[in-house]
């Protein structure tokens, strides 16, 4: 059974910083795209970025471009989400995706979601 564990949430001052990790298990593959999703209450679930299985390819949603990084390490079944210049609009429950292939997007696995609060 495919398993997604987020980590790194919390409170951040805008203007900081914060990293967001998933750790995937459970498949025996290199999930095709693996990403991050964020969703605040009453409004649809949006990507914020994903990866394809070699790192070669990502998409960001336009609204992060410049301040979020995605990586991951396929050795570690693990994905990065490298958040700057935090936002408070970027406050959302951020959501772990993952994706037998790189056009499911979302894919079928989700994270639980980890909180991330942008406030002074």
């Known amino acids: 059974q495919v398993q997604l564990v987020e980590s790194g949430g919390g409170l951040v001052q805008p203007g900081g910083s914060l990293g967001l990790s998933c750790a995937a298990s459970?498949?025996?593959?290199?999930?095709?795209?693996m990403g991050w999703y964020r969703q605040v209450p009453g409004k649809q679930r949006e990507l914020v970025a994903r990866?394809?299985?070699?790192?070669?390819?990502?998409i960001y949603a336009d609204s992060v471009k410049g301040r979020f990084t995605i990586s991951r390490d396929n050795a570690k079944n693990t994905v990065h989400l490298q958040m700057s210049s935090l936002k408070p609009e970027d406050t959302a429950v951020y959501y772990c995706?993952?994706?037998?292939?790189?056009?499911?997007?979302?894919?079928?696995?989700w994270g639980q979601g980890t909180q991330v609060t942008v406030s002074s």
């Open positions: 995706n993952a994706g037998r292939f790189w056009g499911d997007s979302p894919g079928a696995y």
């Open positions: 990866v394809n299985r070699i790192g070669s390819n990502t």
């Open positions: 459970g498949f025996s593959f290199n999930m095709g795209s």
